[in-house]
């Protein structure tokens, strides 16, 4: 269809006195386009009813086969004509029904949405807006916010801009009050943490920028948790234990009887093993990175040390060991320190254990003792390191029997199927295997103490080590 106009200056236009009432939802459905963003809003458009033989008169009632010419125009350009029309549906009895807020405009002789004509005719600019933009669209839209209409990575860059450089405040001698909650948490949001709080989506998208971290965040690497105590480690575990992430609906993240009391258990138990069940995962299961350091009689226990009769010294229920780590599923990174062999050498008063300190104490035997198990034991481990060995020797022969290890435990497809054939499909338990933490009632069997000259050490390097760090 051709569309005739004589144009120059406002002789196109009809007096407003005289437009038909249809044209207050076209004006409408104007702003309606252009509010949804600042960058829309950033395109003047202008509309009014043109000159035209075939425009129905004022109180024409809008029906199947209206159309109304109309000009859209900006900075004083010429109009872009177009004749507009209400969508129009059936109603499934053999009429129409009409849709005056559903504007129609006929581009290249077929009618397409509004939306669709003005996005082609007055494209938006390929660039930021300005201040006094941003403040016109954000008084004319009510001053609100269509956060629901955004997509998720929009979302993500508006929390990220909102938890940028956050932190908590260090804690002085003036204030000593701590954070309360799951501080190692809290402090990625810091004034923010509010955040958590607003909805399930926003929730989500703020534990994943804690999670995993980003290059714009203060905390760039996700969440990375330092430990110089087994208290510390079991204190930090417990807490963070304590808060379900929730970031699927109420009714399916959260316990409401004993049966989802029970799966509950069983994920933060096993999180491996039932991954199905991590909608009831809590903060502690989004751990990525942890950092340890221990003291020798620590580091002794927490790897369960055999060698020289150690274990008849295992406390289960003070002490945590390495199965800790099979209830971190997105553990990617761990770095275990071991001793400092140049602090005070010195048994203390009450401790978990034999003497292991001599008057001549030996930190290069018990460094071994220590890294040669936890070569076993974190061999499935592709991500951990060991750091402060005492030369490097002990480096070298701690790889050694890491590399062996991790050689152990790779089976061919042969050797599994004589394994399972060998043990009738499976291997049973002696007893029920609760990885990590142990319990307060957990009954624990005491073995006779078996008195052991090894203990303490004695240093017989050729060197000793007392010499080696003054």
């Excluded at 033989?53 to 109304?68: I, V």
């Excluded at 203060?218 to 330092?226: D, P, T, Y």
């Excluded at 580091?299 to 150690?310: D, E, I, R, S």
Aim: proline share 6%; hydrophobic share 35%; net charge positive.
């Amino acid at each position: 269809m051709t569309l005739n106009f004589n144009y120059s200056s406002d002789h196109w236009r009809v007096p407003p006195s005289s437009e038909h009432p249809f044209m207050t939802n076209i004006r409408e459905a104007v702003m309606k386009y252009r509010i949804r963003s600042a960058s829309y809003f950033n395109i003047p458009i202008k509309s009014s009813q043109a000159i035209h033989a075939q425009n129905p008169s004022p109180n024409t009632s809008l029906h199947a086969e209206f159309t109304l010419y109309v000009g859209f125009y900006n900075f004083g350009s010429p109009p872009i004509f177009a004749a507009c029309r209400p969508r129009t549906l059936p109603n499934g009895k053999n009429g129409l029904d009409l849709y005056p807020n559903h504007i129609e405009v006929l581009l290249q002789d077929s009618f397409v949405p509004l939306r669709r004509f003005l996005n082609t005719t007055f494209p938006r600019y390929k660039m930021s807006v300005g201040d006094t933009v941003m403040y016109e669209w954000w008084t004319a839209n009510g001053k609100t916010f269509a956060w629901t209409r955004l997509p998720t990575e929009l979302k993500e860059r508006i929390v990220q801009f909102c938890m940028h450089r956050s932190a908590l405040p260090l804690i002085s001698k003036r204030n000593m009050q701590k954070p309360r909650g799951a501080r190692e948490v809290m402090a990625h949001f810091g004034q923010w943490a509010a955040l958590l709080r607003v909805s399930h989506q926003v929730r989500a998208i703020c534990l994943r920028l804690c999670f995993m971290g980003s290059s714009d965040l203060a905390f760039g690497k996700g969440l990375c948790i330092s430990f110089d105590s087994i208290n510390a480690l079991k204190q930090c575990m417990r807490r963070l234990g304590k808060y379900s992430q929730l970031q699927e609906p109420r009714n399916g993240s959260i316990t409401t009887d004993d049966k989802t009391a029970a799966l509950a258990r069983t994920y933060s138990r096993y999180p491996k093993i039932y991954p199905h069940l991590q909608r009831y995962a809590t903060l502690s299961h989004g751990i990525r990175k942890l950092s340890l350091r221990l003291s020798f009689i620590e580091a002794l226990h927490f790897f369960k040390v055999t060698a020289a009769g150690f274990a008849q010294y295992w406390r289960l229920a003070h002490y945590l060991d390495y199965n800790i780590f099979e209830r971190l599923p997105r553990l990617n990174e761990l770095r275990v320190y071991l001793p400092d062999a140049s602090q005070d050498l010195e048994d203390k008063v009450r401790q978990y254990g034999p003497r292991i300190f001599h008057d001549e104490p030996c930190p290069r035997i018990l460094h071994r003792l220590i890294y040669e198990r936890a070569a076993e034991v974190l061999a499935e481990y592709p991500f951990v390191t060991l750091h402060d060995f005492m030369d490097e020797v002990e480096e070298l022969r701690y790889n050694t029997l890491r590399n062996e290890a991790i050689d152990s435990l790779k089976f061919n497809e042969k050797e599994l199927e004589e394994l399972y054939m060998e043990e009738g499909g499976g291997v049973e338990l002696e007893d029920s295997v609760d990885p990590g933490i142990g319990k307060g009632d957990v009954e624990e069997v005491q073995q006779p103490i078996i008195h052991n000259d090894f203990w303490p050490p004695e240093c017989k390097c050729e060197v000793p080590c007392r010499q080696v760090f003054r």
